[in-house]
């Protein structure tokens, strides 16, 4: 495993870094106050919609895709420690550069399982930022942390299928320019083999039966540059047979395929944040006296941000080895891995921003300063894309299997 950055994640490094300091880190307030005087939280922020341009005119477009037909044609281990850099700036930068959730997942489904007909209407417009997208599998009746338990019908009807369920915590379903749902249901209810109930289904946001509800928050928040979350209805909506993504029953397989490079993103960025939350707690170390001395001569201040180095170094290996795994035995080779970071990344991230909000004392928990909100977003991914229980019985299962 040789995890040196080559010549062209070299020079990917190097613009992004540059496009952080001089455009992203500046806008991160900018945007606060700008949404601040939106008639709406879901109206598209000015300096948003102008950073997009500049990192399209950058090149720092799509660079999550692998498929270089359609993306920058990156692997796993090139890919990550720009995710991480984005990370950063988990609401700004990922957004502006085209690589922010759920719109990558909904372009890897539709580049990987999407007919022709399905990626000139739907992934080329997602691919280019002229709309957004959503991914509706979560629902509030079931323990979808059990994808097998999903509710919503997807009967076939003719021509047509007809889908009624209810959903919640979709994220991107809030943004204007959201066009479009992949919805996960049941095609085959009561089918012998419980994976192969599920199927997937675009859903125009347009179509007749369909209700964005409401939107759901997050420790308070709305996650407005992700296109937030919402509680969404589907009563007798009816969509052409072709909308089917891939086969009948083929609904649980995708998801899967779906979630792999999902959960490695979510992992790389979320070092992203832990590197933010150890920088911010050093300027405030070195800034602040307490008891006749700074903060940064107190010994616990100082255990906090070195067994932060040292957690930050120890994920980042175990997550570029799972992203060289991906990109040499594919993702099932990699599936313990990525297990493995998907139940390590989130709970630790999360300790070290407690660490760095305690630091910042009241400020920690304020809108002044970033923590509270990468906070509220590193907790969540301990419950996003498979709660870290359901991960440690699959990874405990795969561990025993070899002793029984």
């Known amino acids: 495993m040789d995890f040196a950055f080559d010549a062209r994640t070299e020079e990917l490094r190097a613009r992004l870094l540059a496009f952080m300091d001089e455009h992203v880190y500046p806008a991160e307030r900018v945007a606060h106050e700008q949404r601040a005087?939106?008639?709406?939280?879901?109206?598209?922020?000015?300096?948003?919609?102008?950073?997009k341009a500049e990192a399209r005119r950058q090149g720092l477009w799509n660079l999550f895709l692998p498929d270089s037909e359609h993306g920058a044609g990156l692997t796993n281990l090139q890919y990550a420690p720009l995710a991480e850099i984005m990370g950063r700036s988990p609401q700004i930068a990922p957004t502006v550069t085209n690589c922010a959730a759920p719109d990558?997942?909904?372009?890897?489904?539709?580049?990987?399982?999407?007919?022709?007909?399905?990626?000139?209407?739907?992934?080329?417009?997602?691919?280019?930022?002229?709309i957004r997208s959503a991914f509706a599998m979560t629902e509030p009746d079931v323990a979808s942390s059990d994808a097998t338990?999903?509710?919503?019908?997807?009967?076939?009807?003719?021509?047509?299928?007809?889908?009624?369920g209810r959903k919640w915590y979709i994220s991107g379903a809030m943004h204007p320019d959201?066009?479009?749902?992949?919805?996960?249901?049941?095609?085959?209810?009561?089918?012998?083999?419980?994976?192969?109930?599920q199927s997937m289904v675009l859903v125009p946001r347009d179509t007749p039966g369909v209700t964005v509800k409401r939107a759901m928050q997050v420790f308070g928040y709305e996650d407005h540059y992700h296109?937030?979350?919402?509680?969404?209805?589907?009563?007798?909506?009816?969509?052409?047979?072709?909308n089917l993504i891939g086969e009948e029953g083929g609904g649980f397989a995708i998801a899967q395929a779906r979630l792999g490079p999902g959960r490695i993103h979510h992992c790389m960025r979320l070092i992203g944040m832990a590197e933010r939350a150890i920088e911010l707690m050093c300027r405030r170390a070195v800034s602040r006296d307490a008891f006749g001395k700074a903060l940064a001569q107190q010994g616990v201040v100082q255990n906090w941000i070195a067994d932060a180095r040292v957690a930050v170094e120890q994920l980042r290996l175990l997550v570029l080895k799972t992203a060289w795994m991906m990109d040499t035995?594919?993702?099932?080779?990699?599936?313990?891995?990525i297990q493995a970071i998907k139940i390590a990344t989130p709970r630790t991230v999360?300790?070290?921003?407690?660490?760095?909000?305690?630091?910042?004392?009241?400020?920690g928990v304020s809108?002044?300063?970033p923590l509270a909100e990468l906070y509220a977003g590193a907790r969540t991914l301990m419950i996003a894309d498979g709660p870290d229980e359901v991960h440690q019985r699959s990874l405990a299962r795969r561990e025993l299997k070899k002793y029984l």
């Open 37 to 51: 005087g939106l008639d709406s939280p879901w109206e598209n922020v000015p300096v948003v919609e102008e950073l």
């Open 104 to 130: 990558t997942g909904n372009m890897e489904v539709l580049a990987q399982f999407g007919d022709e007909r399905q990626k000139k209407q739907w992934l080329e417009p997602l691919l280019a930022g002229e």
């Open 149 to 164: 338990n999903i509710t919503t019908h997807i009967e076939r009807d003719g021509d047509e299928y007809v889908v009624t």
């Open 178 to 197: 959201c066009s479009v749902f992949i919805v996960m249901g049941k095609t085959d209810p009561d089918g012998a083999d419980i994976r192969r109930q």
């Open 227 to 242: 296109g937030g979350h919402a509680e969404v209805v589907f009563d007798h909506a009816r969509v052409p047979v072709s």
């Open 329 to 337: 035995v594919g993702n099932k080779g990699a599936h313990t891995e």
């Open 350 to 363: 999360v300790g070290i921003l407690d660490r760095a909000i305690q630091l910042y004392g009241a400020g």
């Open 367 to 369: 809108q002044d300063f």
